[in-house]
């Protein structure tokens, strides 16, 4: 069976189903609890039903890709190894329909607190970066209404949460006295939503202790998270993060712009995930112009320890001496490329030298089909072309996000004129890879 890609459009629509699911059985599960019904007919087989579609997805749960900083992973045995160590003991415990088996005697009442796992599942699709990302909510897309919607939603199901709590634990009615099971539910809802907002308008009111001590720790939630409101709102307004409150102008245009000139959606979605990753990845600064400002010295020490990690990565860079070292690092540039983008084609004149910070790069053959291998973190690609003054040789193709950083064709030349031990090294990794490519 094949491992889906994170983007594959069945799991992204598989995803969202099994959201709907949970989310039936976070609404239904504690009205059931509170207002037990007798599961017959469709519910009976609707609840069989999700537990296989539960099922269908723990299964698929192991063939799905997942990101580690960024990069896609699709080694089977990682995934599995990543799966059983997180949400797999949940997803088991979920596929049970324990409502019926309590129903029908199979297993003691004892074990109801069992079926919380059930609708606990939407907080595990709910907090997956991913499946915000796939449905809309990017993290700095504040103008984003799937973000509200999906606020509205969290607010919804945590107030139909408390006000089943509000019942459980026997709450007022207010003023209705002996009130049906749908007056108790409204009434509850109400008391849970006028206490989560902070708003308590005192008619309905906790009498035993518990109730007061629920109470208590609903109106502390509720502070919280409108604390947590005030607080983000209060950030924005006060600038107080230039930076993050720049780079989430800057967002906040390019949406403008692209709504203005109705830019597909796919293409929309590829432009806020290639900022969510800049984001992540260097918080929106720009590392070439913050240090053009620098003096000269100072430039040199801050460009080494910023690139510190290429060097470490890089074994060609590694063995090299100090001086070499910074004559590469203080002219690299970076540049980020997404996934799919070609870098160069075969053919193309040379003009830079690549080396691999982050991602994974295709090396291709004219065809754009045959590969001759893939290149990771710490190697390096586009020499051929400058050292030999020939067309490049071959295309590359980014993989993943790739974080590179290039060398302009005039420093690798006088690099190599300089530094002969550096230009014998590469001499020979060429006429590796170029009987590679013949050989295959
Ligand atoms: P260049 O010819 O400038 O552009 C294509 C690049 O792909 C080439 O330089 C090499 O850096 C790289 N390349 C080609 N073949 C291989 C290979 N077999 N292994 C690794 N890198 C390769």
């Known amino acids: 069976m094949k491992v889906f890609s994170v983007e594959n459009k069945f799991k992204r629509f598989w995803d969202l189903f099994i959201f709907l699911l949970a989310t039936y ?3 239904d599960i504690p009205f059931w609890i509170l207002f037990p019904y007798t599961q017959t007919g469709f519910f009976f087989f609707f609840e069989i039903f999700i537990s296989v579609a539960f099922f269908v997805d723990l299964l698929l749960n192991f063939r799905t890709a997942y990101f580690k900083n960024e990069i896609q992973i699709t080694d089977p045995l990682s995934i599995a190894k990543r799966y059983l160590g997180s949400w797999f003991i949940l997803d088991i415990l979920s596929i049970l329909p324990l409502e019926l088996f309590i129903e029908y005697g199979i297993v003691s009442k004892d074990l109801l607190f069992l ?3 059930r609708f606990l599942r939407i907080i595990k699709l709910t907090s997956s970066i991913h499946f915000k990302r796939t449905w809309g ?3 700095f897309d504040s103008t984003s209404f799937m973000r ?4 509205i939603y969290w607010i919804s199901i945590f107030a139909h949460w408390t006000a089943c709590g509000w019942i459980i634990i026997d709450g ?3 003023a209705v006295t002996d009130p049906d099971t749908l007056t108790r539910y409204i009434r509850a809802i109400y008391w849970s939503v006028t206490t989560l907002t902070t708003i308590g308008y005192g008619d309905i009111t906790p009498v035993t202790n518990v109730q007061t001590i629920y109470t208590m720790c609903i109106m502390l939630v509720g502070a919280g998270a409108y604390g947590y409101l005030v607080a983000n709102i209060a950030t924005i307004l006060a600038n107080s993060d230039i930076i993050r409150t720049q780079f989430v102008d800057k967002i906040q245009k390019i ?3 692209m709504k203005y000139k109705k830019i597909p959606a796919e293409m929309q979605k590829a432009i806020l995930d290639y900022y969510d990753y800049i984001w992540k990845n260097r918080k929106g600064y720009d590392e070439n112009q913050i240090l053009r400002e620098l003096p000269p010295s100072l430039r040199m020490k801050v460009s080494i320890y910023l690139n510190s990690d290429l060097v470490r990565k890089v074994p060609i860079l590694k063995s090299a001496s100090d001086d070499l070292i910074s004559k590469i690092i203080l002219n690299l540039v970076p540049v980020v490329y997404m996934r799919g983008d070609y870098i160069f084609k075969k053919g193309d004149t040379g003009h830079h030298l690549y080396f691999i910070s982050k991602g994974q790069v295709e090396i291709l053959a004219e065809d754009g089909i045959t590969s001759y291998g893939v290149l990771s973190e710490g190697s390096f690609f586009g020499e051929i072309a400058l050292f030999m003054d020939t067309p490049r040789t071959a295309s590359i193709r980014a993989l993943d996000y790739c974080d590179l950083y290039y060398l302009d064709k005039d420093t690798f030349m006088s690099i190599i004129l300089h ?14 890879r170029e009987h590679h490519n013949k050989s295959r």
């Open 148 to 151: 509200l919607g999906f606020l």
């Open 25 to 27: 059985c976070s609404v």
């Open 419 to 432: 530094y002969p031990d550096f230009a014998a090294h590469i001499d020979k990794l060429i006429k590796e």
């Open 255 to 257: 949406n403008t712009f």
């Open 115 to 117: 079926c919380v796992f």
């Open 172 to 174: 007022s009615a207010g």
């Open 137 to 139: 909510m990017h993290e």
